[in-house]
C-alpha cells in the first residue's frame, strides 16, 4: 500500500503541468479569453489595443530561466543569451495561429540577428516531436526552439507578470534577462517591430 502511494506526488506534478499547459492552449486557440495579467496590473500597460503589453524600464520582473532540449537535440537555456533582446515565441505546431505567424517572426528574426536580437521558440503541446521539426521546415523557422510538451517551462513564469497568456505568445526580454513586452496571440511584423524596437534601442540610451 505505501509503495504503491510514492509516486502518486510525481504523478500528480505531471497532471497538473498537463492540464495547465492544456488550459493555455485552450485560451489561445479556441477563444479570445485570458488567464489574467493584463493592463490593469502594476508595473506595465497595453500599447496599441489589448494584445499589446510592455513594462518601462526599471519595471519590469525578471523572466524566467526557461531550459531545455531544443527540437534539433541541443540544450538552450535562457540565461546563455544574457546581454541580447531575447524574442520567446510560444508555439504548437497544431495551433492555426502559430502557423499564420510563423513566417512573420521568421522574417523580424532575420531583420534583427545582427542587432543583438535572439529569437528562441517554446514549443509546447506537441506530444510528437517528428510534428514539431515538420512545422518548422515547412514555414522556413531557422532559430532554436525548447521541446515542452508539458508545458512545465511556461509554468515558471509568475502570474501577474508579463506571462504566456495564450498560444501562441511572444514575449520581449530585455539584455538584463527582465520581461520588457508581450503580445498575446498571433502576431504581425509591424505588431512585433513596435514593441521590439524600444527594447533594442534602449542600449543606445
Known amino acids: 500500500m505505501s509503495a504503491m502511494a510514492r509516486p502518486r506526488p510525481r504523478v500528480a ?12 492552449a ?7 479569453g485570458s488567464s489574467g495579467g493584463g493592463a490593469g496590473q502594476v508595473g506595465f500597460v497595453t500599447v496599441k ?8 524600464a526599471g ?7 526557461i531550459s531545455g532540449e531544443t527540437l534539433e537535440g541541443a540544450q538552450a537555456r535562457l540565461s546563455d543569451y544574457r ?7 510560444v508555439w504548437g505546431s497544431w495551433c492555426g495561429p502559430c502557423r499564420a505567424e510563423a513566417k512573420s517572426l521568421q522574417t523580424v528574426s532575420e531583420k534583427y540577428k545582427d542587432q543583438g536580437v535572439q529569437f528562441l521558440g517554446i514549443n ?7 510534428n514539431a521539426v515538420r512545422f518548422e521546415q515547412e514555414q522556413g523557422v531557422t532559430y532554436p526552439s525548447i521541446f515542452d510538451p508539458a508545458g512545465t517551462q511556461l509554468l515558471k513564469f ?10 501562441p505568445t511572444t ?16 502576431t504581425t511584423e509591424d505588431a512585433l517591430e513596435s514593441i521590439l524596437q524600444p527594447v533594442v534601442a534602449e542600449q543606445k540610451q
Open 83 to 89: 546581454g541580447k533582446v531575447v524574442v520567446l515565441n
Open 171 to 186: 514575449l520581449i526580454v530585455d539584455r538584463d534577462g527582465k520581461l520588457a513586452a508581450r503580445a498575446v496571440g498571433g
Open 59 to 65: 519595471r519590469r520582473g525578471a523572466a524566467p530561466d
Open 158 to 167: 509568475a502570474k501577474g507578470s508579463l506571462n504566456p497568456q495564450s498560444i
Open 49 to 56: 489595443g489589448t494584445n499589446l503589453s510592455k513594462a518601462d
Open 124 to 130: 509546447t503541446r506537441d506530444t510528437e516531436r517528428n
Open 13 to 24: 506534478a505531471a497532471a497538473a503541468a498537463t492540464a495547465a499547459a492544456a488550459a493555455l
Open 26 to 32: 485552450l485560451t489561445g486557440c479556441s477563444s479570445s
